[in-house]
């Protein structure tokens, strides 16, 4: 590779880098809104406006529409208090890491092509790792929360008195969704208004029933405790259902697991320990074509195996 090349990649991997780390001290000292946003602005009124997300828009029809969608609420949902922005570019800088640490170990462009997607990979899959565990959390805290609400009822507190009262007492995932829900209805928005937007952040079947049995009995009435406990003790059990089946699944969805990632597995130790073997799936044309087909075929299967491991989980 040329001088020139070097350095316009040393250049482009140095700005991705800096405009990550200002993107996230940005984020990380702006602090967060009552209502579920990020205060951008105290007009001289005293009045707070939110920053739209995903979860205000509309559901997208455009098939790069529904992508970016799709990742602003990847994002959101993952828990990590940074914008879609700066998460996307967080992934550039991953890639330029790993194809820049690569370019200097091989010197070879196609090594660092490879690196810079596997980069990207991994930050994608640190997101939805993270997401995939703050959603077993608050699937894991339902039960007790939704004990805690039938108990406020019962005593005699409003269900608005009984979101407030969760949003102070509970201290994990859930009690910070139900202080933002009582901070938004401080602000004047309805119940039904709330729990429709709470449901819509937080993409759990049960947490959904839950949100909707609070808006029918504001509209009908009825034993609001009653239900809810009922609803714990379902929630419980579906849950004990989820483990034994998780249990009995193990070894199967491990040996399948392992099937998915054994190939870039060896494909590494192939690269690290005989790279002149290599060579022939960057010079030759035939191997080129391969090399992309087993790329595009690993993907394929890497998908089909997340979908199956969704299913049994």
């Known amino acids: 590779m040329t001088i020139t090349t070097i350095s316009l990649l040393c250049f482009v991997a140095i700005s991705a880098i800096v405009g990550t780390v200002f993107l996230l001290v940005r984020d990380l000292l702006m602090s967060p809104s009552p209502s579920g946003g990020t205060l951008v602005g105290r007009p001289p009124g005293g009045r707070l406006r939110r920053t739209p997300t995903v979860f205000d828009e509309q559901a997208a029809t455009s098939l790069s529409k529904r992508f970016d969608?799709?990742?602003?609420?990847?994002?959101?949902?993952?828990?990590?208090d940074i914008n879609p922005s700066t998460a996307f570019l967080f992934l550039i800088a991953c890639g330029l890491f790993i194809g820049g640490v690569i370019l200097n170990v091989v010197n070879n462009p196609f090594s660092a092509m490879a690196g810079f997607v596997g980069g990207i990979f991994v930050g994608f899959v640190?997101?939805?790792?993270?997401?995939?565990?703050?959603?077993?959390?608050?699937?894991?805290?339902l039960p007790?929360?939704?004990?805690?609400?039938?108990?406020?009822?019962?005593?005699?507190?409003?269900?608005?008195?009984?979101?407030?009262?969760?949003?102070?007492?509970?201290?994990?995932?859930?009690?910070?969704?139900?202080?933002?829900?009582?901070?938004?209805?401080?602000?004047?928005?309805?119940?039904?208004?709330?729990?429709?937007?709470?449901?819509?952040?937080?993409?759990?079947v049960d947490l959904k029933l839950v949100a909707l049995t609070l808006i029918?009995?504001?509209?009908?009435?009825?034993?609001?405790?009653?239900?809810?406990?009922?609803?714990?003790?379902?929630?419980?059990?579906?849950?004990?259902?989820?483990r034994q089946m998780r249990a009995t699944t193990g070894a199967?969805?491990?040996?399948?697991?392992?099937?998915?990632?054994?190939?870039?597995?060896?494909?590494?130790?192939?690269?690290?320990?005989?790279?002149?073997?290599?060579?022939?799936?960057?010079?030759?044309?035939?191997?080129?074509?391969?090399?992309?087909?087993?790329?595009?075929?690993e993907i394929v299967g890497i998908i089909w195996v997340l979908g199956l491991l969704r299913k049994t989980s």
């Open 69 to 80: 969608q799709s990742f602003n609420r990847l994002v959101l949902e993952s828990g990590w």
């Open 126 to 141: 640190t997101l939805i790792v993270r997401r995939n565990r703050r959603m077993n959390r608050i699937q894991n805290e």
């Open 144 to 204: 007790s929360v939704m004990d805690l609400l039938a108990r406020a009822v019962r005593a005699g507190r409003s269900i608005d008195q009984a979101i407030a009262l969760l949003g102070d007492e509970c201290s994990g995932e859930l009690g910070k969704e139900f202080s933002r829900c009582s901070g938004q209805m401080q602000m004047g928005r309805s119940l039904t208004a709330v729990m429709n937007s709470l449901a819509n952040r937080v993409r759990i």
């Open 216 to 242: 029918v009995h504001r509209k009908s009435g009825g034993n609001l405790a009653h239900t809810l406990e009922r609803m714990s003790g379902v929630i419980r059990d579906r849950m004990t259902a989820r």
């Open 252 to 297: 199967g969805r491990s040996s399948t697991l392992l099937i998915a990632v054994v190939s870039p597995l060896a494909y590494i130790v192939m690269f690290a320990m005989a790279p002149e073997h290599m060579e022939v799936l960057y010079t030759d044309p035939m191997g080129r074509m391969l090399f992309a087909l087993a790329i595009v075929l």
